[in-house]
């Protein structure tokens, strides 16, 4: 159980168009996704949290028009890179907390590559 | 005060050895510890994870030690295994607020055959 899913795994795209990537959980409801951003041979950053229903809460220094989010459903999350630049090209990873139970958990997905040219 | 320190940066231990990874950290409010493993590539992975509570908590080879009084954690792989080398993430959150989590900085550990 606890499954999250990430689409597309791997995507280029040309310098200043947008990218959507989706995080689904699979098997569980999840009113609370947060969407990370990791480089290279370092650790996780939390870019924001999103709650269903709701405007996503952002990290300082994460520009909110530039990375948008949607948590339309309680198992669809995405986040949009808009006008990508080679600078955003990165490692996205989402995840889910499960709720019901011990809502501090976090499922993490297999996380999308993006490289913009 | 919203940082966690981890140690060592790398590790490299014999195969059938005991692997180390420590954490540190100042926010007392803090009060749920996982530990995350990272192969390349892929997503973290949930290993375990301890409270505030308890000193000590074990998972088949995987043993979360915890010394509240010190703020530090550390995580033991017993009997270290090739397959374990990954990349290590410690993190802490608090349980009120939004359960976001404050991750280490990584340990990439390499379990020699």
């Known amino acids: 159980g606890a499954v999250v899913s990430q689409h597309p795994s791997w995507v280029i795209c040309k310098s200043g168009t947008s990218v959507k990537i989706e995080c689904r959980s699979l098997d569980f409801q999840a009113t609370t996704m947060f969407w990370y951003r990791q480089f290279p041979k370092q650790s996780l950053m939390l870019m924001a949290t999103?709650?269903?229903?709701?405007?996503?809460?952002?990290e300082q220094g994460v520009e909110k028009d530039k990375f948008l989010i949607n948590h339309a459903s309680l198992t669809l999350s995405t986040l949009t890179v808009t006008s990508a630049h080679p600078e955003d090209s990165s490692f996205y990873i989402c995840?889910?907390?499960?709720?019901?139970?011990?809502?501090?958990?976090?499922?993490f997905g297999p996380g999308t590559r993006l490289l913009v040219l | 005060q919203q940082q966690v320190k981890q140690s060592p940066q790398s590790l490299i231990v014999q195969k059938g050895g005991i692997s180390i990874i420590n954490c540190a950290y100042e926010n007392t409010a803090f009060d749920y510890f996982p530990w995350y493993q990272q192969f390349p590539g892929k997503g973290p992975a949930l290993l375990i994870a301890?409270?505030?509570?308890?000193s000590e908590k074990k998972e088949g080879r995987f043993t979360i030690s915890f010394n509240k009084s010190a703020k530090q954690f550390s995580l033991h792989i017993m009997d270290s295994q090739p397959g374990d080398s990954a990349t290590y993430f410690c993190?802490?959150?608090?349980?009120?607020?939004?359960?976001?989590?404050?991750f280490g900085t990584g340990t990439r550990l390499k379990v020699l055959a």
């Open positions: 999103s709650n269903e229903g709701s405007k996503a809460t952002y």
């Open positions: 995840s889910a907390s499960l709720p019901g139970g011990n809502e501090e958990t976090q499922y």
């Open positions: 993190a802490a959150s608090m349980a009120s607020g939004t359960y976001k989590y404050i």
């Open positions: 301890i409270r505030p509570d308890v």
